[in-house]
């Protein structure tokens, strides 16, 4: 029994994103890097337009894999612009290619683009707005906030009265500051 509480009632593919997904701890770094062009994909668009579109990005994005990703070229470009099963924006595609090779460099760095999160965890979401905007592309303030809550880094996924908050609560670690 699905408890996504007011978002797109009925629909079916909204149930088991809110219920399993959303505001969940995020620990694999091409989740977090599938969920960071997902959220950009979906600037200007409804996020049931992107789960309906989720599968074939993922594949069309090679599974999300950072490596494959950051070595696109203008051939991937235009692959990927003539793909009717993704969100067929240049800025976006470019975003996505860019914002991979900014995560190797922070893997580089850092172990992981999970790790380099905790590092700068806790923050305001105008922290890590800044944060993002000095390091991706097209990451606004929207952007950041909804890829931040959707891996649990920033509290407001679900309302206290969804029953999927005392759940996301118990398991996540970066929200004991809330």
Known sequence: MSHYC????????????????????????????????????????????????RKTINE?????NIDEVASYEEVDMKRLLSDSGVIR???KISAAI??????????????????????????????W???FKDTFHFTG???TNEFLM??????????KNCPI?????KLNPAWKYI
């Open 6 to 53: 007011d978002i797109a009632p009925g629909h079916y593919l909204h149930g088991p994103y809110h219920d399993k997904e959303y505001g969940f701890p995020v620990l694999e770094d091409s989740v977090l890097f599938e969920r960071l062009i997902l959220e950009i994909n979906q600037a200007g668009l409804s996020w049931l337009t992107i789960l309906k579109k």
């Open 60 to 64: 069309a994005y090679n599974k999300f």
């Open 89 to 91: 924006n240049r800025l």
């Open 98 to 127: 860019y914002n991979a090779k900014q995560i190797k460099i922070i893997q580089n760095k850092h172990n992981s683009f999970l790790n380099w999160l905790y590092i700068h965890h806790p923050k305001t979401k105008n922290e």
């Open 129 to 131: 707005v800044n944060i």
């Open 141 to 143: 303030g929207e952007i």
């Open 150 to 159: 959707s891996i649990g880094f920033l509290p407001g996924a679900h309302q």
């Open 165 to 169: 908050f005392d759940v996301i609560y």
